[in-house]
């Protein structure tokens, strides 16, 4: 099977573009790339966008961009999501540097845009704001979280990292521990939006940054058991929340365990299943607050 390599982008419609577009530049750090009437395209690094903004009634995330590999073959894994049953679409020149576009939806209805990446446009390093290294993961709520997670695995090729319990499952595309996170709740909606630091230290910068202007923590920082990332949460303007994180575990796939770091409690650290325990959300000890459910 064709599998996709790496999560690209996500797309937000908001109520608000402009006030949303300040947070992303002003606060995350991301540079806007361009503009139409419809969007803003902000990034991080190599990829023209990271984040999409778009006008909307209710903020929400409405897609998620996946590339596939400079040596896979779109049609053929058009073909693929088709076999599954699932309706596909095809654009040319959709956004700025995607001229081959795949659309089709996941089972909770967002839209799954696949490509290949074809240009690259290197960002100037800001000079404000948290600057993270990448869009990391975009976890959601979901109705039927067996069925989603069945979805991701065979129509786009993740991996199954961890489970908590029966109800939360971590995704992979990549080396990254999780790139796609489903939550089973009783409603289909973003969860939270994750971007990677660079490490503690940063992650400690990004914290005051964020409280110098007025934006608060929701949650942590702490070190998520599953995972083993360090994390804190806020809330975007738009009410969206916003996750930073830094050493995330990363697959190494051959030997089929994660890279070993001293805080795992397993040695080696493999893909399984985790009681649903105060350590598997957070290994220092804090659970998560009221909003974190909101
Ligand atoms: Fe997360």
Redesign the pocket.
Known sequence: MIRVKKIAHAVYEVPDVEKQTEYYTEILGLTVTGKDKDAVYLASTVDHHSVVLRKGSAAQCTRVGFQIGPDDDLDAFERQVRGHGVKTSRQKDPEPTISDLLAFEDPKGTAMEVFKREAFSGQRFPTKGIVPHKLG?V?FHVTDVKHVTKFYCDVLGFRESDWMADFFSFLRCGPDHHTI?LMETGSNRHF?T?FELRDWAHLQTACDYLSLNGYKLIWGPGRHGIGHNL?AYHRSPAGLIT?T?AELDRMNEDLGYFEPRPWHRDNPQKPKVWAKDPGASNLWGIMPTDEMHK
């Open positions: 993961h976890a996170n939270h994750a994390f996750e994180f």
